[in-house]
């Protein structure tokens, strides 16, 4: 055996050095930095070969223990504490990219989570059950995906330059679920706002569910049930059930104390064809048969109105065969107020004093006198008035009769003008049919549908 010892160097190596190891054609000495240099043009090193089974099966495997793998066709190292695969760019990602074939994967075989990092600070993080989120290592329970904005001024934002489409889509298929949900946490906060028209966004420092703001409109509901559909339905005063018309509306709302609040802030004093400034506008109809109702209106002159429109004021009863059928109310060209009451003579006279409450509302002056009609309700001589004042007037009985009759009455005034700590009037003695305007102008606006999603996206 010692004989064989030399030819088993010479067949293996051209030179053998008792520090290093050289194996060469050409007898050259090995790199002083090397236990073993191999030098070839033609030939390569060849690492043992073996099975994911065989690899996995090596008892106590040296740390940099050095395999290929036949079934993963890739290289496998031991670090110490667990098998490693040495990536190529056959076998994994290169920087520069890949040719792939369908079957790759990115990212964890096993629970552990696949991070992000960039400028060595993770910003992503993938969790092994589907969760992902930015800029932060836990997401909220409830999100498949969460960002969290930190230093920007938005944690996410979808952006979208063409004439169709949008900048982001949610879709859901629930009963109870939600395409999107806005929430904010601050008691001063709003949870979703919404801007068009290129402008910027307003909305209140209380707070509310939803802010938008538009050019021309802020908020656009469609009931899309061209039969019985509502667009928008508003609850308020956490009431804890809201109400649609059967038929159908444009607009619903339901409120423990109001189900609808309307406000104009300008009274504008302008001349008698200004716009009017009203908490609410109703019409009905088209064209020329319209029907219109100013609410809480303010129109040219200055003069406020409860109700302003060109239709009847109608109560709605009950007739015996329970049907529903109207009483119209009287209307007068003038602002007047009406008193009615019983009286008696006595002796031929009475003096009949109005409620003082009624009295400091009308005006009574020689333009605008008291009307005062009586009706006997006794036997006499027939009875006239006298002495017509705010505060009352006089019943005699004629030609000196003196009967204890009794009698009924109504007056009619006009009601006084208001006069405010700033010197405005509000003209209500002073008009007889008062000129003001009309229906306010309208205009359509077109309306586009959008295909509607299929499925999740």
Same mark, same amino acid.
């Not at 806005?182 to 420092?205: D, E, R």
């Not at 003695?429 to 996206?457: H, L, Y």
């Given at each position: 055996?010692?004989?064989?010892?030399?030819?088993?160097?010479?067949?293996?190596?051209?030179?053998?050095?008792?520090?290093?190891?050289?194996?060469?054609?050409? *007898?050259?000495?090995?790199?002083?930095?090397?236990?073993?240099?191999?030098?070839?043009?033609?030939?390569?090193?060849?690492?043992? &070969?073996?099975?994911?089974?065989?690899?996995?099966?090596?008892?106590? +495997? =040296?740390?940099?223990?050095?395999?290929?793998?036949?079934?993963?066709?890739?290289?496998?190292?031991?670090?110490?504490?667990?098998?490693?695969?040495?990536?190529?760019?056959?076998?994994?990602?290169?920087?520069?990219?890949?040719?792939?074939?369908? $079957?790759?994967?990115?990212?964890?075989?096993?629970?552990?989570?696949?991070?992000?990092?960039?400028?060595?600070? @993770?910003?992503m993080r993938l969790l092994a059950n589907g969760q992902l989120v930015v800029n932060n290592t836990v997401p909220a329970?409830?999100?498949?995906?969460?960002?969290?904005?930190?230093?920007?001024?938005?944690?996410?934002?979808?952006? !979208? $330059?063409?004439?169709?489409?949008?900048?982001?889509?949610?879709?859901?298929?629930?009963?109870?679920?939600?395409?999107?949900?806005?929430?904010?946490?601050?008691?001063?906060?709003?949870?979703?706002?919404?801007?068009?028209?290129?402008?910027?966004?307003?909305?209140?420092?209380?707070?509310?569910?939803?802010?938008?703001?538009?050019?021309?409109?802020?908020?656009?509901?469609?009931?899309?049930?061209?039969?019985?559909?509502?667009?928008?339905?508003?609850?308020?005063?956490?009431?804890?059930?809201?109400?649609?018309?059967?038929?159908?509306?444009?607009? =619903?709302?339901?409120?423990?104390?109001?189900?609808?609040?309307?406000?104009?802030?300008?009274?504008?004093?302008?001349?008698?064809?200004?716009?009017? &400034?009203?908490?609410?506008?109703?019409?009905?109809?088209?064209?020329?048969?319209?029907?219109?109702?100013?609410?809480?209106?303010? @129109?040219?002159?200055?003069?406020?109105?409860?109700?302003? *429109?060109?239709?009847?004021?109608?109560?709605?009863? $009950?007739?015996?065969?329970?049907? !529903?059928?109207?009483?119209?109310?009287?209307?007068?060209?003038?602002?007047?107020? $009406?008193?009615?009451?019983? =009286?008696?003579?006595?002796?031929?006279?009475? !003096?009949?004093?109005?409620?003082?409450?009624?009295? &400091?509302?009308?005006?009574?002056?020689?333009?605008? +006198?008291?009307?005062?009609?009586?009706?006997? &309700?006794?036997?006499?001589?027939?009875?006239?008035?006298?002495?017509?004042?705010?505060?009352?007037?006089?019943?005699?009985?004629?030609?000196?009769?003196?009967?204890n009759a009794g009698f009924h009455w109504m007056v009619v005034a006009n009601r006084a003008n208001v006069v405010h700590?700033?010197?405005?009037?509000?003209?209500?003695? @002073?008009?007889?049919?008062?000129?003001?305007?009309?229906?306010?102008?309208?205009?359509?606006?077109?309306?586009?549908?959008?295909?509607?999603?299929?499925?999740?996206?």
């Open positions: 055996m010692r004989a064989a010892i030399p030819l088993l160097f010479c067949v293996v190596s051209s030179s053998v050095w008792c520090q290093n190891v050289g194996i060469n054609a050409t *007898g050259a000495a090995p790199a002083s930095s090397a236990m073993l240099d191999i030098t070839s043009t033609s030939s390569g090193l060849l690492i043992p &070969r073996m099975t994911t089974a065989q690899r996995t099966g090596i008892a106590a +495997p =040296a740390t940099g223990l050095l395999v290929y793998d036949t079934n993963t066709n890739g290289f496998w190292y031991w670090n110490g504490a667990a098998w490693t695969t040495l990536f190529t760019s056959a076998t994994g990602w290169a920087l520069t990219g890949n040719s792939l074939t369908g $079957q790759e994967v990115l990212g964890s075989l096993n629970a552990q989570p696949v991070r992000f990092v960039s400028s060595n600070v @993770e910003r329970a409830t999100d498949a995906f969460s960002a969290y904005g930190g230093a920007y001024t938005y944690a996410n934002a979808g952006y !979208h $330059q063409g004439t169709t489409g949008a900048g982001t889509l949610s879709f859901a298929q629930g009963a109870t679920t939600f395409g999107a949900r806005a929430h904010n946490a601050n008691a001063s906060g709003s949870g979703l706002l919404g801007t068009g028209n290129n402008v910027g966004g307003i909305y209140l420092t209380s707070g509310s569910g939803l802010a938008g703001t538009g050019a021309g409109l802020g908020v656009f509901g469609y009931g899309i049930n061209l039969v019985n559909g509502t667009g928008v339905l508003g609850g308020g005063n956490n009431t804890a059930t809201l109400f649609t018309m059967v038929a159908g509306s444009g607009l =619903a709302g339901t409120g423990t104390n109001f189900g609808v609040y309307g406000m104009a802030t300008s009274n504008a004093f302008g001349a008698a064809n200004a716009p009017a &400034r009203a908490g609410g506008y109703f019409e009905s109809g088209s064209g020329g048969n319209l029907v219109y109702t100013y609410v809480a209106c303010f @129109e040219g002159p200055g003069t406020p109105r409860k109700v302003m *429109g060109n239709g009847t004021v109608n109560t709605v009863v $009950q007739n015996g065969q329970g049907e !529903h059928v109207l009483l119209s109310a009287p209307e007068a060209p003038e602002n007047l107020f $009406q008193d009615y009451g019983t =009286a008696q003579l006595v002796n031929g006279r009475a !003096h009949v004093t109005l409620d003082p409450t009624l009295a &400091r509302n009308i005006l009574v002056n020689e333009a605008h +006198p008291l009307r005062v009609f009586i009706q006997p &309700r006794g036997a006499c001589k027939g009875m006239y008035v006298t002495n017509e004042t705010a505060d009352g007037f006089d019943v005699v009985e004629l030609d000196g009769g003196n009967s700590a700033d010197g405005t009037v509000w003209p209500f003695a @002073e008009e007889r049919f008062a000129v003001t305007q009309g229906p306010q102008p309208v205009a359509a606006q077109p309306v586009a549908s959008t295909p509607i999603p299929t499925g999740p996206r």
